[in-house]
């Protein structure tokens, strides 16, 4: 199987990573083409199309002038993994993975990204910041949902075949995800749900079911969970299957604290 997360806002090219192998995006070429259109707005086309802070238009202004396309090590590069930090990679806890843990998460995890495309955890990313709902016109494409097409569903459906495997556990947010809906037609998809109790009601809380995606994540990977059937085992941070609440596809974990 093959899990998919979306990136993070939140960066953290600071905390040094040691004697880890690395890998090169499978999308370069076509990073740089968005990273040429976006060196030619200014800070404020940039705060527009984004709708960020003028601080944060600038910072992500100098990213792009800055940005290479590199292929190796740097310290502008850094493997994606470690860099995005957040509600879900703090669930990940991915400073707790070992090399093992790090060899099976290069083949069945991957990780959406509105400029790489689609990600491998060891890739070297640089810096930037371009999530999968901007509207980024190019020539060819209206926004980065056009722009990626089915390029990183393709690459998906690659990597399971390489696997010998059809099913997509999908952890990722509704907006990273709508980059590869037609996954729902092609593979054996899965996404999980889950809930906390909140004023006598199971409901839907961002935070926890963030974090809850990246624990979910890890448990997969250092399990080396192989089985649809066996999701059902999940139980970190106190959450355990309903079966009664579980639909087709769609199993459901919930928390009573």
């Known amino acids: 199987m ?35 259109t976006l060196r030619d707005k200014d800070p404020e086309e940039i705060s527009n199309l984004m709708k960020i802070s003028e601080k944060l238009a600038l910072l992500n202004t100098e990213r792009y002038k800055s940005w290479k396309g590199l292929k190796k090590e ?37 990780l959406l990204s509105g400029l790489y495309g689609v990600l491998k955890p060891l890739d070297l990313i640089e810096p930037y910041r371009l999530e999968m709902g901007t509207k980024l016109e190019m020539p060819q494409s209206k926004n980065l ?15 399971l075949k390489a696997l010998k495997s059809n099913t997509v556990i999908n952890l990722a947010s509704n907006e990273y995800f709508s980059s590869v809906k037609s996954l729902e037609k092609n593979t054996n998809l899965i996404s999980p749900v889950f809930k906390d109790l909140s004023k006598g009601k199971y409901k839907i809380i961002s935070f926890y079911a963030k ?18 059937k066996d999701l059902a085992n999940f139980n970190m941070d106190g959450y355990y299957f309903s079966e009664k609440d579980t639909s087709e596809n769609s199993p459901v974990f919930l928390r009573d604290h």
């Open 2 to 36: 093959i899990i998919l997360l979306s990136p993070a806002k939140t960066l953290d090219y600071e905390t040094p990573v040691n004697d880890i192998s690395y890998s090169i995006p499978s999308f370069l070429p076509k990073s740089k083409d968005l990273i040429k």
């Open 74 to 110: 740097s310290s502008h590069s850094k493997q994606a993994i470690f860099v995005f930090k957040g509600d879900v990679y703090q669930g990940l806890n991915i400073e707790e993975f070992n090399k093992k843990d790090l060899t099976y998460s290069q083949n069945h995890l991957r």
């Open 145 to 159: 949902y056009d722009f990626w097409q089915d390029d990183i569903a393709q690459q998906i459906l690659d990597d």
């Open 211 to 228: 974090k809850a995606r990246g624990l979910m994540t890890s448990w997969i990977l250092k399990n080396k969970i192989k089985e649809e």
